[in-house]
């Protein structure tokens, strides 16, 4: 794991860093973030001159560290080299435990602005609609949320009650990630119902730590990383809600239409699909399901077979 130094912005390897040794940031990319090969050349003194946002992110990610007390800090964008298709791979494999070991994360929300509302401008962020910041969100304990000023606006634990309502995450996994093993496969998948990613992988990959899924990353493998997901979940699981989907989805979350593969030629909607759904938009009616509803159906033992599903 590269952590960068807090005090010089040096990058250092790591093999097994100490739990609450580091602070690590959680934000939304744009277009001038700083990749691992150019920050290694920052560090040797020729500063990114394209990239002067990212590279803000990553000194002020450093320097609220220090105020931590705190000697390293991660930042996705430079800490991680993406040349190399393994490092990634264990990187995002990782990713959910290492922002669960950090000692705080730092939420950057870079379209709210320091005037505005909090409750209001949150709710609308980009950070908030984004995939991979869900699983940013509830494996950390300590989350301090920053505007784009770098201004503290909240945190977490300050604000449990809204943060629930506003994401449908349930206030004891906001609370403590390890309870996120009694909420229903279906009710985890509806959190991701209305988050994007850029790529279509990384609809599965942003979810793997939610179910505690290890898997290789397949970039070009497109919709197949969602049903690999699902069939890796299916192997290590009891819980029938992985099959409470409905394609009936809100025309609002529906896919663009040249991203549409279950629709026939003339454009109607086909009766028969397969046991998995096709992206976790198809969970979005799922919300509401809790344990005291599921009953029998959270461990009863089922088969994937070649023909579909024997419970």
């Given at each position: 794991?590269?952590?960068?130094?807090?005090?010089?912005?040096?990058?250092?390897?790591?093999?097994?860093?100490?739990?609450?040794?580091?602070?690590?940031?959680?934000?939304t990319w744009g277009d001038d973030e700083?990749?691992?090969?150019?920050?290694?050349?920052?560090?040797?003194?020729?500063?990114?001159?394209?990239?002067?946002?990212?590279?803000?992110?990553?000194?002020?990610?450093?320097?609220?560290?220090?105020?931590?007390?705190?000697?390293?800090?991660?930042?996705?964008?430079?800490?991680?080299?993406?040349?190399?298709?393994?490092?990634?791979?264990?990187?995002?494999?990782?990713?959910?435990?290492?922002?669960?070991?950090?000692?705080?994360?730092?939420?950057?929300?870079?379209?709210?602005?320091?005037?505005?509302?909090?409750?209001?401008?949150?709710?609308?962020?980009?950070?908030?609609?984004?995939?991979?910041?869900?699983?940013?969100?509830?494996?950390?304990?300590?989350?301090?949320?920053?505007?784009?000023?770098?201004?503290?606006?909240?945190?977490?634990?300050?604000?449990?009650?809204?943060?629930?309502?506003?994401?449908?995450?349930?206030?004891?996994?906001?609370?403590?990630?390890?309870?996120?093993?009694?909420?229903?496969?279906?009710?985890?998948?509806?959190?991701?119902?209305?988050?994007?990613?850029?790529?279509?992988?990384d609809t599965a990959y942003c979810l793997?730590?939610?179910?505690?899924?290890?898997?290789?990353?397949?970039?070009?493998?497109?919709?197949?990383?969602?049903?690999?997901?699902?069939?890796?979940?299916?192997?290590?699981?009891?819980?029938?809600?992985?099959?409470?989907?409905?394609?009936?989805?809100?025309?609002?979350?529906?896919?663009?239409?040249?991203?549409?593969?279950?629709?026939?030629?003339?454009?109607?909607?086909?009766?028969?699909?397969?046991?998995?759904?096709?992206?976790?938009?198809?969970?979005?009616?799922?919300?509401?399901?809790?344990?005291?509803?599921?009953?029998?159906?959270?461990?009863?033992?089922?088969?994937?077979?070649?023909?579909?599903?024997?419970?």
């Amino acid at each position: 794991m590269w952590l960068i130094n807090s005090r010089n912005m040096k990058l250092e390897f790591m093999q097994n860093p100490k739990k609450n040794s580091y602070a690590i940031l959680s934000h939304t990319w744009g277009d001038d973030e700083v990749s691992f090969q150019e920050y290694r050349q920052y560090e040797q003194g020729r500063a990114p001159g394209h990239a002067r946002t990212g590279l803000e992110k990553i000194i002020m990610t450093c320097q609220l560290a220090l105020t931590r007390g705190l000697a390293y800090c991660w930042v996705d964008t430079c800490c991680i080299d993406k040349s190399s298709s393994a490092e990634l791979s264990e990187a995002i494999n990782s990713m959910f435990q290492w922002y669960k070991d950090a000692a705080v994360c730092f939420a950057y929300l870079s379209d709210v602005r320091a005037g505005d509302s909090f409750g209001r401008a949150f709710a609308a962020s980009r950070w908030l609609k984004r995939g991979w910041t869900l699983q940013e969100l509830i494996a950390p304990r300590n989350v301090e949320f920053y505007d784009a000023a770098w201004s503290k606006r909240s945190s977490k634990a300050e604000s449990l009650t809204f943060l629930s309502n506003c994401t449908g995450i349930d206030r004891e996994v906001l609370e403590d990630c390890t309870n996120l093993s009694r909420i229903p496969i279906a009710r985890r998948m509806s959190w991701a119902s209305m988050r994007k990613t850029t790529r279509i992988e990384d609809t599965a990959y942003c979810l793997m730590g939610i179910f505690d899924i290890h898997m290789p990353m397949i970039y070009g493998e497109g919709k197949k990383a969602f049903m690999r997901l699902q069939e890796e979940i299916a192997k290590q699981s009891c819980d029938l809600s992985l099959f409470a989907w409905t394609s009936n989805i809100p025309p609002e979350l529906d896919e663009p239409e040249e991203d549409r593969d279950e629709r026939s030629s003339e454009g109607i909607r086909e009766e028969f699909r397969g046991a998995f759904a096709r992206s976790p938009r198809e969970f979005y009616y799922s919300g509401n399901l809790n344990r005291g509803q599921m009953g029998g159906l959270m461990d009863p033992e089922f088969t994937i077979t070649n023909k579909g599903v024997r419970i």
